[in-house]
């Protein structure tokens, strides 16, 4: 397999004219013609903007923009959970820029039929930038830019995660009114959720529903874990979103 290794540090108005059309991306297809045309001037042939793996959630499910090919897709999940597997850790728990996978990559046996499934679509090095939801309705995932060529330099690492910065504005606004999978919670989930949207604490719920205030609290962490949710109003807000409340 050849790597390419042209040098593909951009000019300021280049960089410029890519910042204006991400904020001027009004439509997923906006977003997905600007991503490709980036992904080209960077020598990189695929990208993906993908929420973080979860226990709950399938590939398709956290993938919101993408030009890579159905059938590589369709092979990744055939090892699904990809939940389980360092690959998924990585892009989970990384804040900074890193290389997901390159020829240099030492692969672990447990990551070894994923990287080679990605080598053979043409996904030699993988370039991962971090999208860092700090609220509840912003978008929490990566950004990853791909194909046969060298790892980016710093001049290149510097552009691409200011473009990424720019990037997650546009995916925070077109995500917010995105109905997330499907997630069945128990009636007695959601009636506490309910009563939390309303302002009641956990003592008031358990007042009112005749329970210890221990039992409100195991129901909400079940209920967080099923919605992928890491706070009590996040909680609440994912299942506002994905109209499992009102």
């Not at 793996?53 to 993408?66: G, R």
């Not at 890579?68 to 820029?97: K, N």
Request: with cysteine.
């Amino acid at each position: 397999m050849s790597i390419h290794t042209v040098e593909s540090e951009i000019p300021l108005e280049q960089m410029n004219y890519f910042v204006h059309a991400l904020h001027g991306a009004h439509t997923g297809y906006d977003l997905f013609q600007c991503l490709k045309e980036i992904a080209t001037k960077y020598n990189f042939k695929w990208f993906v903007a993908a929420e973080r793996p979860s226990e709950h959630t399938t590939l398709k499910d956290c993938i919101f923009v993408t030009n890579w090919r159905p059938e590589l897709v369709e092979a990744l999940m055939h090892h699904e959970p990809l939940y389980t597997h360092d690959f998924a850790r990585q892009l989970r728990t990384s804040t900074l820029p890193f290389i997901l996978l390159s020829p240099e990559t030492e692969i672990t046996p447990e990551n070894r039929v994923l990287a080679e499934c990605h080598r053979e679509h043409g996904h030699a090095m993988m370039f991962v930038l971090p999208m860092i939801g700090r609220a509840d309705d912003e978008f929490d995932g990566n950004l990853v830019f791909s194909g046969d060529r060298e790892e980016p330099g710093l001049a290149e690492t510097m552009q691409l995660t200011f473009i990424a910065l720019h990037a997650h504005v546009a995916l925070n606004r077109l995500s917010s009114g995105r109905i997330q999978p499907k997630v069945d919670l128990s009636k007695r989930q959601i009636e506490i959720l309910t009563l939390l949207s309303n302002g009641s604490s956990l003592k008031e719920i358990a007042k009112k529903m005749k329970l210890s205030q221990n039992t409100v609290g195991f129901h909400l962490r079940n209920a967080s874990a099923l919605l992928n949710a890491r706070t009590r109003t996040e909680t609440v807000a994912k299942a506002i979103r994905n109209q499992i409340i009102k």
